[in-house]
């Protein structure tokens, strides 16, 4: 094409058109999967339109098939059914758009989908997005609670009563989006976005009431799964359907099991909470007249003791027992000095009674030579030798006599 043309020599619209659908044309035929969002059958036309919708993408191609061929699921195919299909793509040349040109159309198996949704659950378990430690507490009293639902829908009307039956102050934003069919999907991510971004949002339900397992397919939606995973504000799942659990009860922070639940779980019962205030209230009061009562009797035991209630007793009982002891350190005192008095009487009259001196005063005299020394013996002296005699009185000198004085 660009070898072909050139600013000088520019190819007409119809040409590039016409090379455009030579090129359509080898592509050949394809089966194609997607889900019906429009669906258009006019009373008496020979051709049915539908547009083919891909789940996970916005992107869609218009279908067109002769009656006949729609005939053969014309019972069974509605809008959010989702379809294989078998078809050439046609590029109508006039107009420019490409189209897709169906020889065959099959509805895709409950047991299929249901199949594909269990893949899809695990491989997004694997990732984690169904931890528990990644789900977000649910506040204890909200002031703005975000609703997702369906305009006028019982899920609605549910959460909004009974929430502010239990809690009239609650504030609600609403978002009705579609809950159903091929545009939910879109619609409700683009509703969660929007309330995760509002900073007094505190917390979010995705509210429907039940449906068939086709119905609910864009709660189990890869998008809205992975939309409600990234959301910072805690979000509740409130779809009301028990026996297949869509995948955004696995995601969501909280999983109720109906709206009205939701409304019970997101807010909290004012007559409930008043009731519990009182209760605790009282249970407080008593704790403290308790402990109050147990300190006083406490107070009361400690100053009935003795030594608070007279402690000048202690004090004079102690002073008694001193002054008993005092008085018999006396006693014994006396009484070892008395005896101590009677051994040293006892041992003076033995000393003097022993002594040299109470020997002299009887008369007798101690001779001493002049070197001191005491005789014991007539031997001891010699003829005319000069001796000292001491007597009771005092001491005088004497001289032995010759020697036969001194033999007697």
Same mark, same amino acid.
């Given at each position: ?6 600013a000088e020599a520019?190819?007409p *619209? ?10 359509v044309d080898r592509l050949?035929e394809?089966w194609v999967e ?8 006019r009373?008496g036309?020979?051709?049915v339109?539908?547009?083919l919708? =891909?789940p996970? !993408?916005?992107v869609?191609?218009?279908v067109?098939?002769?009656r006949?061929v ?11 059914a ?9 590029w109508y040349t006039?107009?420019g758009t490409?189209?897709l040109r169906a ?7 409950l047991?299929?989908l249901?199949?594909?949704l ?5 491989r ?5 997005l169904?931890e528990?430690d ?5 506040p204890?009293l909200?002031?703005?609670?975000? $609703?997702?639902t369906?305009r006028g ?5 549910d959460? $909004?009563?009974n929430?502010?039956r239990?809690?009239?102050a609650?504030r609600f934003?609403?978002?009705n989006?579609?809950?159903q ?5 879109g619609?409700?991510c ?5 309330l ?9 339900v ?7 397992v086709?119905d609910l397919l864009?709660?189990s939606d890869e998008?809205l799964v992975?939309t409600?995973a990234?959301?910072?504000t805690?979000v509740?799942s409130a779809i009301?359907h028990?026996?297949d659990r869509?995948l955004l009860?696995?995601v #969501?922070?909280?999983?109720a099991s109906?709206?009205? =639940?939701a #409304?019970k !779980?997101?807010?909290? =019962? ?7 205030? !009182? ?8 704790h403290?007249l308790n !402990?109050?009562?147990r300190e ?6 400690v ?5 608070l #209630?007279?402690p000048?007793?202690a *004090? ?5 027992e ?13 009484h070892r000095l008395?005896?101590?008095?009677t =051994?040293?009487g006892?041992? $003076?009259a033995r000393v003097?009674?022993?002594?040299? $001196? ?7 005299a101690?001779?001493q030579?002049a070197d001191?020394?005491?005789l ?14 001491r007597v009771a009185?005092?001491?005088f ?5 010759g020697e ?5």
């Amino acid at each position: 094409m660009a070898n072909a043309s050139s600013a000088e020599a520019p190819l007409p *619209v119809g040409k590039v058109s016409a090379l455009i659908g030579g090129w359509v044309d080898r592509l050949g035929e394809v089966w194609v999967e997607g889900q019906i969002a429009q669906l258009n059958r006019r009373p008496g036309a020979g051709m049915v339109f539908l547009t083919l919708r =891909d789940p996970e !993408r916005d992107v869609s191609l218009t279908v067109t098939c002769f009656r006949q061929v729609f005939e053969q699921v014309a019972d069974a195919v509605q809008e959010g059914a989702r379809v294989i299909v078998r078809a050439k793509p046609e590029w109508y040349t006039a107009r420019g758009t490409l189209s897709l040109r169906a020889s065959e159309l099959r509805l895709v198996g409950l047991g299929e989908l249901l199949a594909r949704l269990e893949q899809l659950k695990r491989r997004l378990f694997a990732e984690g997005l169904f931890e528990d430690d990644r789900k977000k507490p649910l506040p204890f009293l909200p002031g703005c609670v975000g $609703l997702v639902t369906g305009r006028g829908s019982a899920a609605e009307r549910d959460v $909004l009563e009974n929430a502010r039956r239990r809690w009239p102050a609650v504030r609600f934003e609403v978002r009705n989006v579609l809950v159903q069919g091929p545009q939910a999907v879109g619609q409700v991510c683009a509703a969660v976005r929007e309330l995760d971004a509002l900073p007094e949002v505190e917390v979010i339900v995705v509210a429907r009431g039940g449906g068939s397992v086709e119905d609910l397919l864009p709660f189990s939606d890869e998008e809205l799964v992975r939309t409600v995973a990234a959301a910072r504000t805690p979000v509740v799942s409130a779809i009301g359907h028990e026996p297949d659990r869509p995948l955004l009860d696995f995601v #969501a922070d909280f999983r109720a099991s109906t709206p009205t =639940d939701a #409304a019970k !779980r997101v807010v909290p =019962d004012v007559g409930e909470e008043l009731a519990r205030v !009182r209760q605790l209230r009282d249970r407080a009061r008593r704790h403290v007249l308790n !402990r109050v009562e147990r300190e006083s009797a406490g107070l009361a035991s400690v100053r009935s003791r003795p030594v608070l #209630a007279a402690p000048t007793e202690a *004090v004079a009982a102690r002073g008694a027992e001193v002054d008993a002891l005092v008085e018999r350190a006396r006693r014994v005192l006396g009484h070892r000095l008395d005896h101590a008095q009677t =051994d040293l009487g006892h041992a $003076l009259a033995r000393v003097v009674a022993l002594s040299p $001196l109470a020997t002299l005063e009887r008369g007798y005299a101690v001779l001493q030579k002049a070197d001191g020394s005491v005789l014991t013996d007539p031997g001891q002296a010699g003829a005319g030798e000069a001796l000292r005699a001491r007597v009771a009185g005092g001491a005088f000198e004497v001289r032995v006599a010759g020697e036969g004085a001194a033999g007697d």
